[in-house]
């Protein structure tokens, strides 16, 4: 039976959770509109038409919810602060109010004995920023730099942990290539571009950081995912390989001083060589404290030449008969280590976070409990998982699980429940599901 103990007495466990996704009071307190406020009332974009105006409700609950995490058993939490609630037009005003809220919830914090990770940005742009842009446009370094800068300043002396970005390949993938997440855009010129701004914001961050917080233990968190070929032929493994480059190597090599991956594949390629001359490499370059991981599936590709660019296409899970989770993404613990070991065979990660994993399960709330056995197995397979990539010498200091409690999970609404308590989205009601229980007997041992 796996205990916390076998982790070692200095590992991080926390929760993580995200501003957009849990703090509701989006158009008050002087808070601007973010690009979320915005895609989630164009109709269609999100299931069930879906709104993030309440949310959890967690602007008006933090000081119960941080509570929650104390009696879990968690020593972090993580969350992130809202670029529009701080900056209302995405740089110059400062909203006061704003300011207050984030004192309050690390305050509230460190009063419960709890160790706050702060996420400077988790996808919730400025809409001010997006009409002129948002991430394909140059100007975003300068207002993303600006909003950095106020964020060390203020709370850098109370607060030591930084994340700089959630998931970059998550944001302009979706965001800026497929079109189903906030801002909506398409097309490979605008992800490139983002791609491009984003991973100078990285690294920009990481430095801002760095000057501003004294002591700081500064990361930034990649989305990762074995890529399986479907078979061993060359095209599939070729499919393979791009689909690697873009999903796990497109933001970490920059960082790393390695420049933009892609060799072999002409369209990387192409935009790997006018974006890393030795001025681009330089600046895209950052010593990160750690490296944040984040792991919910690996995917197995096909070739599939219908496939503009890429060329490849995901099977799911569920057409090969493997477990799935409600999100219908594969539960495989063996690729979680081996994705943890491809990351951490690059020389220069110092060390790794598994800064967010967990599952969505359709949990039904019966009786006033929610026995959630499926993702307590979940999460056994996978920090055993953890343990195994430890036990071989792999650095990695800490675990949040994701996510404390149910909440707006982007384009799925609030139908895809990820968290170790069940929110009723309507009452407000928070009930500990039999994971959270599991956590706290866990956390003890
Ligand atoms: C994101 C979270 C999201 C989770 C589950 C991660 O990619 O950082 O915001 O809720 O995945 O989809």
Redesign the pocket.
Known sequence: MIKASDFGSDFSWGVAT?AA?IEGASDQYGKGPSIWDTFSKRSGKIKKGHQLVTACDFYHRYHEDIALVKLLGFSVFRFSISWPRLLPYGDGLVNEEGIRFYHNVIDECLEQGLTPYITLY?WDLPQALEDEGGWTAFGINTAFNAFVSVCAKTYGDKVKNWLVL??PF?FTSLGYMLGVHAPGKTGLTNFFSAVHHTAIAQADGGRILRAEVSGANIGTTY?CSEVIPYTQSDADVLAASRVDCLMNRLFIEPALGLGYPGEEWEVMEKFSISHSTWRHTERLTFDFDFIGL?N?FPLTVKYNGFIPVLQAWEVKAKSMKKPHTAMGWEVNADSFYRIIKQFASYPKIKNLMIT?NGAAYQDKLIGGTVDDQERIEYFKLYLAAVLKAKGEGMNITGYMA??LMDNF??AEGYNAR?GLVYNDFKTQQRTIKSSGYWWQDFLKK
């Open positions: 995200a996704q988790h959630n998931e998550g989305s984040q919910y967010e994701w996510t999970e982007w990820f």
